[in-house]
């Protein structure tokens, strides 16, 4: 029995390793794309002589399905299966969508006045041609530097202004560093050398000298040998579910409690949670149909040269090679976790493995759902669902966590972590003072743009814009968007209060009027409501997107860096639902003009009453750089929740038990 045992599990490792496909098993129309169909996409663009070796992929994903099939999909049901890709093929790039079932080509268009994001291949791709430049051998040489074997120079999309030299080209401006005898290169970047390529011709257009700054000589490691004594925690807490999770996955869709929603880890976005439903009662209620980050921004604060075009959209520009990056098991995600693997495309599009993706966890952190102390006191004890993922863009690491709560709400946050990004200084240390009125200007302290945060090493202010489209489904497809203004009421002479405060809704009918800013001064309440369910005692069943801890863009109307990430013009954006319009900054943010995205689609003010609408909600945070911050940075959260609002007739949580 036991050799029969091993020979079956011998024959299914074997048949797994010769078909690595076997487990795969495409179950609802938004899997990712399996392992097989990358290749098919090949496969047909091959046979279509659209792709050859110097072929290059910026991203290949799934082609979804239009979403009144996917709510009305059912198992057994048919369904569209496309995949979408854009090609490069030398300086052209072509978008293409492929049939996956009948092998064919649905379209195959030349991409117009736009730039795919950045090939992996790219970023190292000029380094041998800058460091051959004669006008770079001299300006590293004036910095005393002239053997460049450890000298490592990285191309990167520069923020683009609109000048003649960026018009209609592939521009990169690249930044160099010395990556010798050190793990932590971020603080060796070699300051104000800056050279201009443009990468389609392979050349450099020019070398950009600001100046000589000595190279700072901090060592700035933070793995535990550099760190010498490592702190005892003593009495570890063991997490531990010996019945297993309290969760089930089928493929890609998960069960917990009352929730049920699909996950997926996508190339560009990362993680994207669809079809989100709530089980009540007899009922399996619509909440959600898709929800994902769906662009970054990251402008830096410093007017130099080499600071100024650091103005990042991490998403649309950085995500090749996946935007979701593995999960550390044992620290990134509680023993506990589940992992799901993901598949992204390689720079040639072959499908490449991205090992724990994401990452699936209960958690219970000793909080109540709800309470109440009295003669028959009564407490629930509250226990969540995690899906997380994390990002790595350049020095930055995020994490993205979609937190599910038995009261039927769902929190979403983000953590910044990472490195943060410094320059040298001739200064070594800050000489703070307060600001006086004494007469004339004082002079510009070395930290006028960032702060000390070792010696010699300043880390530049700059700012994070998180964007979420967020498509609800409130009961339904057909919704409408409510603000409840609270506001202040004057009581009569004869009332011995003053005043109060009471709800002014208003019901914001266009895209124009649904433009908005959290004002803690000005609250309002920001609702979703269904134009066809009520709950017991006549309400609208909405749900409520409900703002954390956020900033406001501080940059001018007129700065061009903010005219290109639009979406950080506003708060909160309303939307009707279209296919096509995914992203907050546009399809394609890399290199691009200003007013894309947002701006651009609202720009017909379509009417949000009683339709099929979608959220863009933005998070933001400036960040001036803390002491505490560096070698690298404690995890900073921020957050909104999602909550049902007269969605239910009672506390959905009444039923946990004690």
Known sequence: MKIRILLVGFCLAF??????????????PLDSLTFQEYWTVLEVLRDAGHVNEETRFSIVNL??????????????????????ALVRQGEDTFETVVDLKERGVVSWKKLEGAQPNWLREEFRAMDKEVKKNPDFITAMKKRGITDFTFIGCSAEPPGYFGGEEERGKRIAHVQCRDESGVRNTWAREIPGLTAIVDMNAKKVIRIVDEGVTSLAKTVAEYDPASIGTVR???????????????????????????????VRADQRV?????????????????????GYLSEMFVPYMDPSFDWRRRNFFDSGEYNSGGFAKPLLRGTDCPENAIYLDGLIATDQGRPKTVANALCLFEREAGDMAWRHLSDDPESRKKRDLVVRSTAVIGNYDYVFDWTFQQDGSIRVSVGATGIAEVKSSAVANADERPLTGGSGPAPEPADAYGRFVDQNLIAINHDHYFSFRIDLDVDG????????????????????????????PILLRTESEAMLHADMQHPALWRVTSATAKNHVGYPTSYQL????????????????????GFIDHDLWVTPYRYEERYAAGDYPTLSTAGQGL???????????QTDIVLWYTIGMHHMVRAEDWPVMPVLWHSFELRPFDFFDRNPALDLPR
């Open 63 to 84: 082609h979804e399905p239009p979403k009144d099939l996917v709510w009305a999909w059912s198992p057994g049901r048919d369904y569209p299966r496309e995949a979408f």
């Open 15 to 28: 048949a797994y390793a010769a078909n690595p496909l076997a487990a795969q098993k495409i179950e609802h």
């Open 599 to 609: 701006p651009a689609w609202t720009k017909a003010n379509r009417r949000i009453e």
């Open 546 to 565: 409900m703002p954390g801890m956020s900033s406001s863009t501080l940059l001018t109307p007129d700065d061009y860096a903010r005219r290109r990430a």
């Open 270 to 290: 990362g993680t994207i949670i669809s079809t989100l439903t709530y089980n009540d009662g007899a009922r399996r209620r619509p909440i959600m149909y898709e």
């Open 232 to 262: 005892e925690v003593r009495s570890p807490i063991r997490i531990d579910q010996p019945l297993g999770p309290g969760f089930q996955i089928q493929g890609h869709m998960v069960d917990w409690q009352k929730w049920r929603f699909h």
């Open 477 to 504: 497809l057909v919704n409408s968007f409510l603000a409840d203004h609270l506001v202040t009421r004057t009581l009569p002479p004869d009332n011995p209060r003053r005043s109060i405060w009471v709800r002014e």
